[in-house]
Protein backbone atom coordinates (compact mmCIF):
# COMPACT_ATOMS: atom_id res chain seq x y z
CA UNK A 1 0.00 0.00 0.00
CA UNK A 2 1.24 3.11 -0.92
CA UNK A 3 2.11 6.05 1.53
CA UNK A 4 -0.29 8.66 0.18
CA UNK A 5 1.09 11.51 2.21
CA UNK A 6 5.12 11.23 2.13
CA UNK A 7 4.13 10.89 -1.53
CA UNK A 8 2.29 14.28 -2.35
CA UNK A 9 4.40 15.86 0.14
CA UNK A 10 7.44 14.80 -2.10
CA UNK A 11 4.97 16.99 -4.91
CA UNK A 12 4.69 20.30 -2.62
CA UNK A 13 8.13 20.37 -1.61
CA UNK A 14 9.62 19.83 -4.93
CA UNK A 15 7.36 22.67 -6.03
CA UNK A 16 8.97 24.75 -3.38
CA UNK A 17 12.49 23.72 -3.94
CA UNK A 18 13.02 22.23 -1.03
CA UNK A 19 13.72 18.61 -2.57
CA UNK A 20 15.08 17.69 -5.79
CA UNK A 21 14.17 15.27 -8.37
CA UNK A 22 16.70 12.20 -6.71
CA UNK A 23 14.98 12.53 -3.24
CA UNK A 24 11.36 12.45 -4.89
CA UNK A 25 12.18 9.34 -6.52
CA UNK A 26 13.60 7.54 -3.44
CA UNK A 27 10.62 8.97 -1.14
CA UNK A 28 7.99 7.46 -3.66
CA UNK A 29 10.35 4.16 -4.37
CA UNK A 30 10.50 4.02 -0.25
CA UNK A 31 6.36 4.96 -0.28
CA UNK A 32 5.68 2.09 -2.47
CA UNK A 33 5.08 4.33 -5.57
CA UNK A 34 6.73 2.50 -8.61
CA UNK A 35 5.86 4.88 -11.97
CA UNK A 36 4.04 8.18 -11.79
CA UNK A 37 1.95 9.81 -14.55
CA UNK A 38 2.32 13.93 -14.55
CA UNK A 39 -0.28 15.26 -16.95
CA UNK A 40 1.24 19.32 -17.65
CA UNK A 41 -2.46 20.10 -19.38
CA UNK A 42 -4.51 19.36 -16.19
CA UNK A 43 -1.71 19.77 -13.94
CA UNK A 44 -1.68 17.02 -12.08
CA UNK A 45 -0.46 13.36 -11.05
CA UNK A 46 -1.44 9.73 -11.27
CA UNK A 47 0.99 7.65 -8.80
CA UNK A 48 0.67 3.55 -9.38
CA UNK A 49 2.10 1.04 -6.62
CA UNK A 50 2.89 -2.39 -8.37
CA UNK A 51 -0.06 -3.57 -6.57
CA UNK A 52 -2.71 -1.51 -9.01
CA UNK A 53 -3.35 0.97 -6.40
CA UNK A 54 -3.53 4.26 -7.67
CA UNK A 55 -3.97 7.66 -6.89
CA UNK A 56 -4.28 11.68 -8.23
CA UNK A 57 -2.84 14.22 -7.06
CA UNK A 58 -2.87 17.87 -7.59
CA UNK A 59 0.39 19.42 -9.58
CA UNK A 60 -0.11 23.15 -9.58
CA UNK A 61 2.01 24.63 -12.00
CA UNK A 62 2.44 28.48 -10.57
CA UNK A 63 2.14 31.07 -13.51
CA UNK A 64 2.11 27.97 -16.06
CA UNK A 65 2.98 28.96 -19.17
CA UNK A 66 0.94 27.64 -22.55
CA UNK A 67 2.06 23.89 -23.63
CA UNK A 68 3.76 24.67 -27.51
CA UNK A 69 2.47 23.04 -30.13
CA UNK A 70 5.38 21.14 -31.62
CA UNK A 71 7.80 19.30 -29.28
CA UNK A 72 11.55 20.26 -28.90
CA UNK A 73 13.27 17.57 -27.93
CA UNK A 74 16.86 19.33 -27.83
CA UNK A 75 15.05 22.03 -25.28
CA UNK A 76 13.71 19.39 -23.15
CA UNK A 77 16.84 17.94 -22.79
CA UNK A 78 18.72 21.15 -22.02
CA UNK A 79 15.82 21.57 -19.17
CA UNK A 80 16.53 18.06 -17.89
CA UNK A 81 20.52 19.01 -17.81
CA UNK A 82 19.84 22.44 -16.73
CA UNK A 83 17.88 20.91 -13.57
CA UNK A 84 20.03 17.82 -12.50
CA UNK A 85 22.98 20.59 -12.33
CA UNK A 86 20.73 22.36 -10.07
CA UNK A 87 20.64 25.82 -12.06
CA UNK A 88 17.57 25.32 -12.15
CA UNK A 89 14.82 24.44 -9.58
CA UNK A 90 11.49 22.28 -11.02
CA UNK A 91 9.23 24.58 -11.60
CA UNK A 92 11.04 26.46 -13.79
CA UNK A 93 11.96 22.71 -15.02
CA UNK A 94 8.21 22.87 -15.70
CA UNK A 95 8.21 26.18 -17.63
CA UNK A 96 10.70 25.37 -19.69
CA UNK A 97 9.72 22.11 -20.57
CA UNK A 98 5.39 23.17 -21.11
CA UNK A 99 7.66 25.83 -23.34
CA UNK A 100 9.21 22.80 -25.44
CA UNK A 101 6.46 21.53 -26.23
CA UNK A 102 5.78 18.32 -23.24
CA UNK A 103 2.55 17.70 -22.52
CA UNK A 104 3.26 14.82 -20.10
CA UNK A 105 5.84 12.78 -18.36
CA UNK A 106 5.73 9.34 -16.76
CA UNK A 107 8.80 8.43 -14.40
CA UNK A 108 9.53 4.76 -14.26
CA UNK A 109 10.94 4.23 -10.86
CA UNK A 110 12.01 0.14 -11.22
CA UNK A 111 12.86 1.13 -14.62
CA UNK A 112 15.44 4.29 -14.04
CA UNK A 113 13.84 6.62 -17.29
CA UNK A 114 11.36 9.07 -17.43
CA UNK A 115 9.52 9.60 -20.99
CA UNK A 116 8.66 12.92 -21.68
CA UNK A 117 5.70 13.12 -24.36
CA UNK A 118 4.23 16.37 -26.56
CA UNK A 119 0.77 16.28 -27.89
CA UNK A 120 0.82 14.43 -31.05
CA UNK A 121 3.25 11.93 -29.38
CA UNK A 122 6.64 12.91 -30.23
CA UNK A 123 8.52 11.86 -27.15
CA UNK A 124 12.32 11.67 -25.41
CA UNK A 125 13.50 8.70 -23.02
CA UNK A 126 15.55 9.81 -20.27
CA UNK A 127 17.46 7.56 -18.33
CA UNK A 128 18.18 8.38 -14.73
CA UNK A 129 21.83 9.69 -14.37
CA UNK A 130 22.52 6.63 -12.51
CA UNK A 131 20.65 3.89 -14.87
CA UNK A 132 22.92 1.93 -16.55
Known amino acids: MMNRD ?3 ESTKLSLEGKIRFPDVVKRC ?15 EKVYYGADGENFRGRLPVPDAPAIADG ?3 AAVQAAI ?4 QQK ?9 VMRAG ?19 GDFHVEKFPDAK
Open 6 to 8: VIS
Open 29 to 43: MESGCERYYADLVAQ
Open 102 to 120: CASYTVHIRGRRAVYTGRD
Open 88 to 96: IGYVEFLHR
Open 71 to 73: FDA
Open 81 to 84: RDVQ
